[in-house]
């Protein structure tokens, strides 16, 4: 019981560790990967292949003056970088990365690389995504800046439209696992048909994932969706004001967020911890790989894509993805159904 | 353990929900009204329902709170209402003042005759366990289908009303 504890202490301690470095990590590869799809180098000079710029930017940050300015409301003000990192942070623990493990016989019981095994933990997830919205609002709003004001309600506008997409995509997965435990979504992964497909839902949810990963990228605030922050009409959006380390939580959160709609997508679309060659103890070697290829691909699509045209955004959101979720939801209910999941 | 528990979140939902009427800022009291949301969910949790208590959160901190705060940020109001206008308000009067009053005994009364009802005058909740979500999706589709489907036609009335009342004639 004791050893289980302090197994469970050291996991969280570990993901919360995890996710800060991984958020570092992915401020490395979205600056080097851009500069090499611009044709630069970037930043090559602080430590091996520029490694540890995101330290030496962290670093920098801490040193800067926390300004703030004089009509801000003082209390949400300082509240706003607080909720977005604190919401940042949370969504992670409910998500499991690797199969149950005595750590090579170091614990008695095998237990779940996952912070907090919650049985409705895909509703966790949208529901801690939803209130991240309140980091983003506020800041805008407490700053007293009309960038910042546009940036917040944009943001607001945005996470409402395509919220819905991306839960009933959610819904669509749920079907087809019978279940509301990603423990249980990812179990329901394993295995191959015809001896080689491996039995990820992405193969019957190929219009899922799509929603998913376009309703994640809107919800995330990142290109081709990051009118929150569209620095050629709003400076710098909901943080124009923001500076030091203050500045240093939102990019946190929004790098970490992420992490989480890349691992959450990992979960439910692509089999989680399962893949082959690898025995089930080394699972997440899988998971990570899966996951830095979903990162490659939001920085890939960041600067490859421009930004839309705000009206274009909601359009899409209402009339295009949203429609074809409902399809998608029905057609999957339809199915389970008539195939018995 | 679950005692604490049970008193926290009981004082945040209440402190946060007085405290929502006592603000002058409306940004104010709309995000002491989500923290008395969140305390509530926590209620909920310890009820053992966590999917109610998610539900509440994704639902109304979420989803509702965000359009209230969306409201209110449009709006910009830094105080609710004007020294004149509190003077002025229709509900000052005498005549409503003392209508309010009985409304509050009102009140008062029929929470105090709730509070003193004997525990075995309350049947618990249908029956079946509220935490498993397939039990409560069954209910609710088979015993409170009729309400479930009438609440919806509710829902698509006020979305129709509110369309056509915000709608501007188009000049012809």
Redesign the interface.
């Known amino acids: 019981m004791t050893t289980l504890l302090v197994a469970q202490i050291v996991l969280t301690l570990f993901v919360f560790i995890a996710l800060l470095h991984s958020a570092a990590a992915m401020v490395w590869v979205e600056r080097r990967l851009a500069a090499l799809l611009q044709q630069r180098l970037g930043p090559i000079r602080v430590g091996w292949q520029g490694l540890l710029q995101p330290f030496a930017d962290v670093i920098k940050l801490m040193f800067k003056e926390e300004l703030r300015p004089g009509a801000a409301d003082p209390i949400l003000f300082a509240l706003a970088p607080i909720i977005s990192a604190t919401a940042a942070f949370s969504a992670f623990a409910v998500v499991p990365f690797g199969a149950e493990t005595t750590f090579f016989g170091l614990l008695d019981e095998p237990m779940r690389l996952q912070v907090a095994d919650v049985n409705v933990a895909v509703l966790v997830i949208f529901a801690i995504a939803s209130m991240s919205v309140y980091g983003i609002v506020l800041a805008g709003w407490s700053s007293n800046s009309k960038y910042s004001l546009l940036g917040g309600l944009r943001s607001s506008a945005q996470m409402i439209s395509y919220e819905l997409s991306y839960g009933l995509a959610l819904a669509s997965v749920l079907l087809l696992g019978n279940s509301l435990s990603l423990t249980t979504l990812v179990d329901a992964q394993s295995g191959t048909w015809l001896g080689f497909i491996p039995r990820w839902f992405i193969f019957i949810q190929p219009l899922g994932f799509l929603i998913f990963m376009t309703a994640g990228v809107a919800e995330t605030n990142r290109a081709p969706f990051d009118f929150p922050e569209a620095e050629q009409e709003l400076v710098a959006g909901y943080h124009t004001e923001y500076s030091s380390m203050s500045f240093a939580m939102f990019f946190l959160a929004e790098y970490i967020n992420m992490v989480t709609v890349s691992a959450v997508a990992t979960d439910l679309f692509l089999g989680g911890w399962h893949g082959p060659f690898l025995p089930e103890s080394l699972g997440w070697i899988w998971f990570l790989l899966k996951v830095g290829a979903l990162l490659f691909f939001y920085v890939w699509m960041r600067w490859t894509l421009p930004r839309y045209r705000y009206d274009q955004l909601m359009a899409f959101g209402w009339k295009i993805l949203l429609p074809l979720s409902v399809i998608n939801l029905l057609v999957t209910a339809a199915g389970v159904l008539y195939f018995g999941a | 353990m679950t005692d604490t528990a049970f008193y926290l979140f009981g004082a945040i939902a209440i402190g946060a929900s007085l405290l929502v009427i006592a603000q002058r800022n409306p ?1 104010y009291s709309v ?1 002491l009204l ?1 923290a008395s949301f969140g305390a509530l969910s926590g209620l909920y949790v310890l009820l053992d329902a ?2 109610v208590a ?2 509440q ?2 639902v109304y ?3 509702i709170m ?2 209230f ?2 409201v209110v ?2 709006l910009n109001a830094p105080q609710e209402d004007t020294e004149h206008d509190v003077r002025m308000h229709p509900f000052r009067g005498p005549g409503p003042m003392r209508f309010g009053a009985v409304l509050a005994l009102g009140l008062a009364a029929e929470l105090g005759w709730a509070l003193t009802r004997t525990p075995g005058d309350s049947a618990p909740f249908g029956g079946t366990p509220v935490s498993s ?1 397939s039990a409560i999706g069954r209910t609710l589709f088979t015993e409170y289908a009729f309400a479930f489907e009438v609440t919806s036609i509710l829902i698509l009335v006020a979305m129709v009303g509110a369309v056509v009342l915000a709608r501007r004639e188009e000049p012809r």
Do not use: D, K, S, T
Request: hydrophobic letters at 90%; aromatic letters at 10%.
């Open positions: 940004v995000l989500i966590p999917f998610v539900i959160i994704i901190a979420g989803a965000v359009l705060l969306f940020m449009l979500v």
